[in-house]
């Protein structure tokens, strides 16, 4: 109940179109669901968050849709560029202070020019 | 922008050896986590740690590990007797609160 599942594992998209990434949860005591961004070597980066009691967040090419219902979640990102190639791991947590955030296994996202 | 720092950013030693992982949080935050990403998979939770008490652990954090917020400024990962299995990526995160964890850059143990 604790497990954050994602796909797809890996992503190839050519260069301007959509990456479309997806998560699916089971614990509804999660609250908040943090995407992040992680280059290689590099620690994970937050790239866009959302709460359960909107739909949809767009933060310029990102856009995270969420489903309460069918608890699941997804990443849009537009006009994918080479600059996106990354790892891309899906959280979430009961966003209470000091509580783990639950990874899902990440999408490894290559952009292709 | 404030950032969460890490070091050593790589660490080697010995089986059975004991190492220590240091971090500085960003200055105001509160709550404190050491994660840990073996390589190729998944991020996990050790520890959260508030008010110089653990808050949460998981299964992984067992009596080799140890936290501590020695001063006013850094936080640390204490692993008291390596194995080859604690060879991973480390990254201590911080938040304010509720909402997001700020990762710093990790430490890679490797453990021969």
């Known amino acids: 109940q604790q497990q954050v599942k994602q796909s797809p594992q890996s992503l190839i998209v050519q260069k301007g179109g959509i990456s479309i990434i997806n998560c699916a949860y089971e614990?509804?005591?999660?609250?908040?669901f943090p995407w992040y961004q992680q280059f290689p070597g590099k620690g994970p980066a937050l790239l866009i968050a959302?709460?359960?009691?909107?739909s949809e967040k767009k933060e310029g090419r990102f856009t995270i849709s969420f489903n309460k219902s069918a608890k699941q979640f997804s990443l849009h990102i537009m006009d994918s560029q080479p600059g996106d190639s990354a790892t891309y791991f899906c959280?979430?947590?009961?966003?209470?202070?000091?509580?783990?955030?639950?990874f899902g296994k990440g999408t490894t996202l290559s952009v292709s020019s | 922008e404030p950032e969460v720092t890490q070091t050593p950013s790589h660490q080697v030693t010995q089986m059975g050896q004991e190492v220590i992982l240091r971090c500085v949080p960003i200055?105001?935050?509160?709550?404190f986590y050491w994660y840990r990403q073996i390589l190729g998979q998944k991020v996990e939770f050790l520890v959260s740690?508030?008010?110089?008490?653990?808050?949460?652990k998981s299964e992984i954090f067992d009596d080799q590990f140890s936290v501590e917020r020695p001063d006013g400024s850094n936080f640390t990962l204490k692993i008291r007797s390596t194995k080859l299995e604690d060879s991973a990526m480390y990254f201590c995160?911080?938040?304010?609160?509720?909402?997001?964890?700020?990762f710093g850059p990790g430490t890679r143990l490797t453990v021969l």
């Open positions: 995160a911080s938040s304010g609160g509720v909402g997001t964890q700020y």
């Open positions: 614990n509804t005591a999660f609250d908040y």
């Open positions: 959302i709460r359960p009691d909107v």
């Open positions: 959280a979430a947590t009961p966003n209470q202070a000091g509580t783990a955030l639950i």
């Open positions: 200055s105001n935050h509160l709550y």
């Open positions: 740690f508030y008010n110089n008490e653990i808050s949460e």
